[in-house]
Nanobody, 123 residues
Framework: QVQLQESGPGLVKPSQTLSLTCSVSGGSITSPYYKWSWFRQPPGKGREYIGHITWSGSTYYSPSLKSRTSISRDTSRNQFTLQLRFVTPEDTAVYYC???????????????WGQGTQVTVSS
């Protein structure tokens, strides 16, 4: 059973970069044919897709966040990371990492989730 765990600062100042790492155990991030994704859930709102990196290293980002987002991976550590630049208070949310099949297009189609980590953007 694969397990995912998010880590990173819980408080980020406006205009800075939010950086989170997802550590994976019980399975390799290079195993075909999965994608490793980031989601977030702002207070009182639904879960929002941010982007993903595939088992082969390709990336895809939500159009609304693409200009500020980077997702990368460290295969030696079996981790993948999210960077969100120029954050504002509207980026305050619980951030989740997840594993899903390549065809997954909704959160309900993802099989495995981290527990989530709260990130607050505030000065």
């Amino acid at each position: 059973q694969v397990q995912l765990q998010e880590s990173g600062p819980g408080l980020v100042k406006p205009s800075q970069t939010l950086s989170l790492t997802c550590s994976v155990s019980g399975g390799s991030i290079t195993s075909p044919y999965y994608k490793w994704s980031w989601f977030r859930q702002p207070p009182g709102k639904g879960r929002e897709y941010i982007g993903h990196i595939t088992w082969s290293g390709s990336t895809y980002y939500s159009p609304s966040l693409k200009s500020r987002t980077s997702i990368s991976r460290d295969t030696s550590r079996n981790q993948f990371t999210l960077q969100l630049r120029f954050v504002t208070p509207e980026d305050t949310a619980v951030y989740y990492c997840a594993r899903g099949p390549m065809g997954a297009s909704t959160p309900g189609q993802y099989n495995d989730w981290g527990q989530g980590t709260q990130v607050t953007v505030s000065s």
